[in-house]
């Protein structure tokens, strides 16, 4: 009878044994595994510090961005200070500004290979376009009687408005230009598409 009872507790410590080699080893392998997940996850954090990195280098610095061809053109331009110069000076700057901001769009969206992506661009674009209407009435209201209504206002706003309506044209349209470029700016090929020698030839 002892040495049965014996017998049974020696194959009860095998048994158990048995198994605690089981979880050690089911243990092992999670280990490994999981240890093969935090080294993949490792490798995948560099390399998006390296490409961060990489676009910090590409961003634009407010210094770049006024060292550009458009505003050094027109900033150089000497006009004969008559507001139908000077509003067609800044006509001309802001349309020069939007040119440029499409023709990055369609830089940007060459790059998108999904419609949905090229479509939210052009829906940027449309927003930018209906900021410009908004501001064209907003540009005018540090010279305006606001108790008119918008109509009225803009009739009696004088020449003035001539300059001021342009001027936030031109700074929608630049900062437009520079939005679309910290999107993807990897795609741009740093060379603007203004050509001062055909914009000189429309100033009065």
Known sequence: ????VLILAVLLMLALSACDSG?????????????????????????LREKLKELEKLKITESERD????????RSLEVDGCTASMNAQNESWADAWEAEARGLAD????????????????????AVEEQVQRGQIMAIYPIADLELSQEERYLVSGTLRMILIPGQRIRAWRDAFYQLLSFLPEVWDDRFLFDPEAVHLDLP
């Open 23 to 47: 979880e050690l080893e089911r243990l092992r392998t999670e280990n490994e595994e999981l240890q093969t997940q935090v080294s993949a996850l490792e490798e995948k954090n560099t390399a």
């Open 107 to 126: 830089q940007l969206k060459s790059h998108l290979p999904l419609q949905e992506d090229r479509d939210l661009v052009d829906g940027y674009l449309n």
């Open 67 to 74: 060292d550009n061809p458009i505003d050094q053109f027109y």
């Open 1 to 4: 009878m002892k040495s049965r």
